[in-house]
């Protein structure tokens, strides 16, 4: 299947919501006027694309109108992508470079998927034939380490891991010089979901960086953070304080598939300058793509 396909089946929640909503308000006259611009708006804020996004989209659209004239259905569609498109950006993708370690932190709050995407990163590479290491930096729970092992077993990719309730700083310092000693390409380090309010928690994420940063001064390393697509604006607060304890490289937006709120994409993207590198669509492992905005717009609107 290609990316296409890949998009529009686990954006489909959010294309019917989207794309119908938009065939459907302009179905009667087959072009926008004013009340039917105000209902278009309010269509992308349901879609979450987020308040401040959807005014700038929706203005666009009414200057366009103004100066053209054109208020067609097609006219609109192509406004809002374009709009869509320069909101998002260009596409940005996590970057691994050969003959270096490449160090990627997975990092975000309770339930996102981190542990589900550093196993599908894992696959990702193994198949492109890189030598990789998991580490299993949330040592919060056993299960955690359990299901990131687990993730080991069907890869084949060994997991550094300590006991349940230890440092998870040592056991980032033990990954790294792991991988370092064994000439890895990629080291996946997997931490516990930990909210954005509680300082402490965010404080040990800084120390996990730091410790990173010290030992492998010249790895690539790259903080990803996971955010679930499904918690709608509460994703948009999660990147702008996580981005404050870590140095985001990006974003990946997991549960695409799972609701009608696949905006939030362009709420994050809006507000926040990480870009957004992949796109959880599913729970298996081939779910995992990387973000592209035109193909992520060309799967929400309407055919124009
Ligand atoms: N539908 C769907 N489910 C996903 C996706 N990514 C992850 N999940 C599911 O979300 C749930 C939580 O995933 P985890 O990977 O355990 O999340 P986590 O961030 O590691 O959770 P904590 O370690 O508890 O903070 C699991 O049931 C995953 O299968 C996705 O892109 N789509
Ligand atoms: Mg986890």
């Known amino acids: 299947m290609g990316i296409f396909d890949v998009f529009k089946r686990g954006l489909a929640k959010t ?54 004239g054109d208020d067609s259905k097609a006219a609109v569609v192509h406004v809002v992508s374009d709009k869509m498109l320069e909101i998002l950006g260009e596409k940005k993708t996590l970057n691994i470079e050969d003959n270096n370690l490449n160090i990627i932190l997975m990092v975000g709050v309770n339930g996102t998927g981190k542990t589900t995407t550093a196993g599908k990163l894992c696959l990702r590479y193994k198949k492109m034939g890189k030598k990789v290491m998991l580490a299993a930096a949330d040592t919060f729970r056993a299960a955690a380490i359990e299901q990131l092992a687990a993730w080991g077993e069907m890869t084949d990719t060994h997991v550094i891991s300590h006991e349940e309730g230890s440092d998870p700083a040592a056991v980032c310092y033990d990954a790294v010089h792991s991988a370092i000693a064994k000439r890895a390409d990629v080291l996946i380090i997997d931490t516990a979901g930990r909210l954005h309010n509680k300082q402490n928690l965010m404080d040990e994420l800084s120390k996990i960086c730091r410790v990173i940063e010290r030992e492998a001064p010249s790895a690539n390393t790259q903080a990803l953070l996971i955010i679930d697509a499904t918690t709608g604006q509460n994703a948009v607060i999660q990147a702008e304080v996580f981005s404050k304890a870590v140095k985001l490289s990006g974003i990946g937006i997991t549960k695409l598939d799972g609701s009608a709120k696949g905006g939030v994409a362009i709420a994050v993207a809006y507000s926040t300058k990480a870009p957004i590198f992949l796109a959880g669509l599913g729970e298996s492992a081939e779910d995992l793509v990387d973000f592209d905005p035109q193909i992520f717009v060309d799967s929400l609107l309407p055919n124009h």
């Open 15 to 68: 294309r019917n919501f989207v794309a119908e909503g938009i065939t459907k308000i302009s179905a009667s006259m087959g072009h926008f006027d004013e009340d039917m611009l105000d209902d278009m708006e309010a269509l992308l804020v349901q879609a979450d694309c987020g308040v401040g996004a959807s005014l700038a989209i929706m203005d666009e659209v009414r200057e366009s109108i103004k100066k053209t």
